[in-house]
Nanobody, 113 residues
């Protein structure tokens, strides 16, 4: 059973930074894709950033230049700088092993103005 666990969320003031971490059980060689999504209250879950096995990354327009996704084996990170109140959401990490995408339980990020 694959497990994905996020950590690093919390309360931060606007302009501040947080670093989210994601740890997955299983073989790093089997990971094709890791993604961070977020869901704000009353809104749909949306893609924030993703990284493929070859290292290619992509970002939502709203976070480009502020967020950076990285990966180290079975762990992934989301460095978030210049946070804004509109970044407040539950952040979820998704890890694709083979053809299946596994999600963590999420970590809350709250940005105060």
């Amino acid at each position: 059973q694959v497990q994905v666990v996020e950590s690093g969320g919390g309360l931060v003031q606007a302009g501040g930074s947080l670093r989210l971490s994601c740890a997955a059980s299983g073989s790093a060689l089997s990971i094709n894709y890791i993604t961070w999504h977020r869901q704000a209250p009353g809104k749909q879950r949306e893609l924030v950033a993703a990284i493929r096995s070859g290292g290619t990354t992509n970002y939502a327009d709203s976070v480009k230049g502020r967020f950076t996704i990285s990966r180290d084996g079975v762990k992934a990170y989301l460095q978030m700088n210049s946070l804004k109140p509109e970044d407040t959401a539950v952040f979820y990490c998704g890890v694709q092993f083979g053809l299946r995408l596994y999600w963590g339980q999420g970590t809350q990020v709250t940005v105060s103005s």
